[in-house]
């Protein structure tokens, strides 16, 4: 099933937009040989509308499925295909998608600054709020809007468009409302500007404050000092606008803005909190550590938890800059932190520095092993662990069961032990290549509890029969 999609995707992608006019014939000749079900070819539709294929061959398409248009007509928004979403709603056969197929669209194609689309959605729908604004009750609105127009929300699709960097569509749809906006009841700090201001987009943000003035929240202002943007906050300050708590030099502290620090100290008198050390070395940035401990003279927060995180980003530098001003603060799990990020020179460096009273060695080897780097276990960490902790490293079982091949082979070459059920487990979730890999070079085979369960029954006669 899975092949005939991929195939029938490719198709679609690739030999239909240069078919020259016989799209009908390729796909008839595909599906000949490896017919889609139903709800595979929805999948398909939908896909053909988000990249925009022809007329020619949407109607190919259409004609062997029954679509569910609320994705497909989201997909056409998402793309920015007009042709496609004229296509659908100008058709006289009834096959087209329903109004409420077109509910909330208009923020998608805000959000992809899909301005000719957002025109149009706006000439075929009408605003919520400015129904209500009319006289007309709430119960009556939503009958209009479900029944013969499109519903959308301008003021929603600004902030949206904002937030996204589309300064076109930010002005477009702030003049097509005549400066009317309406504000968000729920997330009451989601303005346009507060969010244009949160993710850098200066353009938008000096074009709001220009047209309408307003103000930025100081969480806004927070959250652009923490995302390094020392461009804006200089744009704020100039305009009086800054509003600023610890958590401004806390962000930055945690992303490495060094810059946005030092123009925060030397132009503001919030601070920062006595996290800010323990929030930059848990990252990683070193140059951000030495500053503020050379420059903040406060009690800073360090804690087991900064080796932990330290040792888990692979930050050894951090580390022993840790070891060389906070010792004491050393956790006994930094080494199972450095294991579980698979970071071998971390792990060499602890293993030289480690004095066994601080080594819990029960919770240490219960959580290391099975990780040993994350999202799949390193074959470096696990050998070197290996040869330092003999008997304590992943077993044969636990790689089999997690799909690790090149582990299994290696564990295999170097140990008799720990694969009794390594089959059973590799089956159970569905690792072919661990199961054959053992079938040809083990000799434990499938174990007799294997039959227990219908499950597992049916996986056990699925590679007996092979």
């Known amino acids: ?17 240069i078919s020259g006019g016989f799209a009908s014939y390729v796909v008839h000749r595909i599906d000949e040989y490896l017919p889609v079900p139903a709800v595979l070819s929805q999948q398909l539709f939908t896909n053909a509308c988000g990249l925009g294929m022809s007329e020619e061959t949407l109607e190919c398409l259409l004609h062997r ?20 979403l004229r296509w ?10 329903w109004r409420q197929a077109f509910e909330n669209v208009l923020d998608i194609a805000a959000t992809h600054g899909h301005l000719d689309v957002v025109k149009w959605l706006c000439e075929k729908g009408v605003d919520y709020h400015e129904l209500l604004e009319d006289g007309i009750d709430e119960s009556t609105a939503e009958y209009i809007e479900k029944s013969w127009l499109y519903q959308h929300d301008l003021g929603s699709a600004l902030t949206c468009a904002a937030e996204f960097g589309h300064l076109d569509v930010v002005q477009w749809i702030y003049n097509f409302c005549n400066g009317s906006t309406y504000s968000n009841s729920i997330y009451p700090v989601r303005t346009p500007i507060n969010l244009a201001v949160e993710r850098g987009h200066l353009d938008i943000a000096q074009w709001l404050y220009k047209t309408s003035g307003g103000s930025c929240s100081t969480e806004s202002m927070d959250k652009a000092a923490s995302l390094g943007d020392l461009e804006i906050l200089q744009w704020l300050e100039s305009n009086h606008l800054l509003k600023f708590t610890v958590a401004a030099m806390d962000g930055a502290a945690r992303n490495g803005h060094l810059g946005v620090i030092k123009w925060l100290h030397e132009t503001r ?18 140059d951000v550590v030495e500053w503020l401990y050379d420059n903040k003279h406060m009690n800073f927060d360090i804690s087991e938890n900064t080796w932990i995180n330290a040792a888990l980003g692979g930050h050894l530098r951090v580390l022993r800059w840790l070891h060389d001003h906070f010792p004491e603060t050393i956790s006994t799990r930094t080494m199972e932190a450095a294991a579980k990020g698979g970071h071998l020179e971390v792990l060499m460096w602890l293993h030289e520095l480690r004095n066994k009273e601080w080594i819990n060695e029960k919770s240490f080897f219960q959580e290391i092993y099975p990780h040993c780097g994350q999202p799949r276990p390193r074959l470096e960490v696990v050998q070197w662990l290996h040869t330092h902790y003999p008997n304590k490293f992943i077993t044969g079982l636990e790689a089999a069961e997690m799909g690790y091949i090149d582990i299994v082979r290696w564990l295999s070459d170097n140990s008799v ?30 174990s007799n509890q294997t039959m227990k369960k219908p499950a597992d029954i049916e996986v056990h006669c699925l590679f007996e029969a092979f």
């Open 88 to 97: 659908m709603t100008e058709r006289k056969d009834r096959f087209g998608p």
């Open 65 to 84: 499925t029954t679509p569910d248009w609320k994705y497909a007509v989201k997909a056409a928004v998402q793309g920015g295909h007009l042709h496609v």
């Open 269 to 286: 008198t919030e601070g920062c909190s006595s996290r800010a050390l323990h929030l930059a070395a848990s990252n990683g940035h070193f």
């Open 417 to 446: 032990e720990g694969f009794t059920t390594a089959m059973d487990r590799a089956a159970k979730h569905g690792h072919l290549d661990v199961v054959l890999y053992l079938m040809s070079h083990r000799s434990e085979g499938f």
């Open 1 to 17: 099933m899975n092949c005939s999609l991929t195939i029938h995707r490719l198709v679609i992608e690739h030999c239909l937009p």
